[in-house]
């Protein structure tokens, strides 16, 4: 419980009340004093109060006006000398296949061979017997661009399916066992040349171990089935880790759990039992014919809208990932013998008739995009989707978009884009060097332009993308602020910064998750900002963002998390 501190208790009760004429004062259930509060509202980003009453904010300016909001039942929270903000909103992340994730081992810190070798052996003693494995986080950059080999994982594990994903989620690594169990021989065809296919050995054309994109995911369906009760267990145990870190909505930007229909019932039983502690706004992937989706999409609205979930836009898949070489570039591979610059995942014909199909029923697209051809083809289909249905307004979202050409800076703004980005990959990590052999260290030290894309007037976003990363796998908010800020990894001050003149300040990054996420998602009108009026999702931090070490950011505790009014996260120390 909160406790009232008397000498406000008695500074606040001498306040003259000052409040407009058009707001009458009415009892607060809390009110926040004391600090410095952020409001990521451009017309008044800072106050030194603030009420809630309800799911609402009541009021937001000077502690001279709060008298008439205070009442033997209100609850002061003293901010000190933390900051107030609104709830963190991330654009685009995973949770059920996060969360479904986020047990064990974590692979994604195994960043040198010794360390990989040590955690496939803690995975191997955790896990005793024959069970198949499943697991994610291995490190791109760990391997030459064939990726793993199944022998490496028979020399841990022996005769064994084992099946583990990459960090970034685009590639998976099998075991020869696993190989052999779901059929995949050197006659088995790849599922999309040049996009989905096994790495294979170029005389007998084996699979050598690593599949790119889709290849192997029917292999990984067969051995691992999963089931929908894990997947909400699992999502239950993460969420109020969620809450710790400050997250108030998301966007999930592929729900499966392990289908897309068990994701949406799940969080649907939750929502309806007050049991979610955050906001979903889902997707629904683009995996048939547009016109089959767009029905699906506005069946899910119809049925599984709430409190706290809302589908919200239809997943797209542009290209791939660098890492597998199926980003789709607008110059050649730098490491391939032949001119290579990757391959969409369908032609720019397709892509406009499906975009053109959702904009004509105003619904929103969301397409993963990385290289700067994919970016460009997204660009491009939207703007004609736009022309020919004449929808303005519908929302469009680009993720990611590692690769951006300058020619391209300028359209999002003008075509009502919302840019989205997985800023921790913006530092000089081991994937960095690792991508840049593939792509052109020119091409990698250029990625992620948000400052100038952001100073042509995008609305520019930051999410997770959890688990997958290029490197460093997150889905705490703070740690994405930190690198938008500092342009490296959280904590690491001394590591040279990558494209420092594309960095933000820190009121930039907080803008970008906080409203430009709720722009993104169609919720301006009642989040992302701390006004009267909007929801009370707020975060009270522990220390003062805008005076402290750029580099302890990402360090920063998280006191209190509010979401409609409700604590659903308090410190002990609060």
């Given at each position: 419980?909160?406790?009232?501190?008397?000498?406000?208790?008695?500074?606040?009760?001498?306040?003259?009340?000052?409040?407009?004429?058009?707001?009458?004062?009415?009892?607060?259930?809390?009110?926040?004093?004391?600090?410095?509060?952020?409001?990521?509202?451009?017309?008044?980003?800072?106050?030194?109060?603030?009420?809630?009453?309800?799911?609402?904010?009541?009021?937001?300016?000077?502690?001279?006006?709060?008298?008439?909001?205070?009442?033997?039942?209100?609850?002061?929270?003293?901010?000190?000398?933390?900051?107030?903000?609104?709830?963190?909103?991330?654009?685009?992340?995973?949770?059920?296949?996060?969360?479904?994730?986020?047990?064990?081992?974590?692979?994604?810190?195994?960043?040198?061979?010794?360390?990989?070798?040590?955690?496939?052996?803690?995975?191997?003693?955790?896990?005793?017997?024959?069970?198949?494995?499943y697991a994610r986080g291995w490190q791109n950059h760990l391997f030459t661009a064939q990726g793993p080999l199944a022998e490496q994982l028979d020399e841990v594990f022996g005769d064994r399916v084992v099946i583990l994903q990459s960090v970034d989620g685009h590639s998976t690594w099998f075991s020869s066992k696993a190989l052999r169990d779901g059929g995949v021989t050197s006659a088995t065809p790849d599922p999309e040349p040049g996009v989905s296919f096994f790495e294979r050995d170029p005389f007998t054309n084996e699979p050598l171990g690593t599949g790119r994109e889709a290849a192997g995911s029917d292999t990984l369906a067969t051995l691992i089935p999963g089931d929908s009760s894990a997947y909400r267990d699992r999502l239950i145990q993460w969420l109020p880790r969620a809450s710790a870190a400050g997250l108030t909505s998301v966007y999930d930007a592929w729900s499966a759990a392990p289908t897309e229909l068990d994701s949406y019932e799940i969080l649907s039983a939750l929502d309806s039992a007050d049991a979610l502690p955050l906001r979903v706004f889902g997707s629904v992937r683009q995996l048939a014919s547009a016109e089959e989706i767009a029905d699906r999409f506005e069946l899910f609205q119809t049925r599984y809208s709430g409190k706290f979930v809302r589908p919200e836009a239809v997943k797209i898949g542009v290209d791939g990932v660098p890492e597998g070489h199926t980003a789709f570039l607008l110059t050649p591979y730098v490491d391939k013998t032949e001119e290579d610059f990757g391959h969409?995942?369908?032609?720019?014909?397709?892509?406009?008739?499906?975009?053109?199909?959702?904009?004509?029923?105003d619904i929103p697209v969301h397409l993963h995009a990385i290289g700067g051809a994919a970016v460009r083809m997204s660009l491009d289909a939207i703007e004609e989707a736009r022309r020919v249905t004449g929808n303005q307004t519908v929302r469009a979202t680009i993720a990611h978009m590692d690769f951006v050409s300058t020619d391209d800076i300028e359209r999002f703004s003008i075509l009502n884009v919302t840019p989205q980005t997985s800023i921790q990959w913006a530092a000089r990590d081991p994937s960095y060097f690792n991508i840049g052999s593939f792509v052109g260290?020119?091409?990698?030290?250029?990625?992620?332009?948000?400052?100038?894309?952001?100073?042509?007037?995008?609305?520019?976003?930051?999410?997770?993308?959890?688990?997958?990363?290029?490197?460093?796998?997150?889905?705490?908010?703070?740690?994405?602020?930190?690198?938008?800020?500092?342009?490296?990894?959280?904590?690491?001050?001394?590591?040279?910064?990558?494209?420092?003149?594309?960095?933000?300040?820190?009121?930039?990054?907080?803008?970008?998750?906080?409203?430009?996420?709720?722009?993104?998602?169609?919720?301006?009108?009642?989040?992302?900002?701390?006004?009267?009026?909007?929801?009370?999702?707020?975060?009270?931090?522990?220390?003062?963002?805008?005076?402290?070490?750029?580099h302890t950011i990402g360090s920063t505790s998280v006191r209190m998390t509010m979401v409609a009014g409700e604590i659903v996260y308090q410190s002990e120390d609060l």
């Open positions: 419980m909160f406790i009232f501190k008397r000498v406000w208790v008695v500074a606040l009760a001498f306040m003259v009340s000052a409040c407009s004429e058009s707001q009458v004062p009415v009892p607060a259930d809390y009110v926040f004093v004391n600090g410095k509060i952020f409001t990521s509202n451009s017309a008044e980003p800072y106050a030194e109060a603030l009420a809630v009453g309800g799911a609402e904010i009541l009021y937001v300016g000077s502690e001279d006006r709060l008298s008439g909001f205070i009442d033997n039942t209100t609850q002061i929270i003293d901010i000190a000398g933390g900051l107030a903000i609104p709830g963190f909103m991330d654009s685009h992340t995973h949770i059920f296949m996060g969360s479904y994730t986020d047990v064990g081992v974590n692979l994604s810190l195994a960043d040198t061979p010794k360390k990989l070798e040590s955690a496939l052996e803690a995975i191997r003693d955790d896990n005793p017997g024959s069970a198949p494995i969409p995942m369908m032609s720019e014909e397709d892509l406009t008739q499906q975009i053109t199909t959702y904009f004509s029923r260290m020119d091409k990698v030290e250029a990625a992620y332009p948000v400052r100038s894309l952001i100073e042509a007037g995008a609305n520019q976003t930051f999410g997770a993308d959890w688990p997958a990363s290029a490197y460093l796998s997150t889905f705490k908010p703070l740690q994405l602020i930190e690198a938008a800020v500092t342009r490296r990894l959280p904590g690491e001050s001394s590591m040279p910064q990558r494209n420092p003149e594309e960095s933000l300040s820190i009121a930039e990054a907080i803008v970008a998750m906080t409203r430009n996420t709720a722009i993104q998602v169609g919720e301006s009108d009642r989040l992302g900002t701390l006004e009267a009026g909007k929801q009370a999702d707020i975060v009270l931090l522990d220390q003062d963002l805008f005076s402290v070490e750029s």
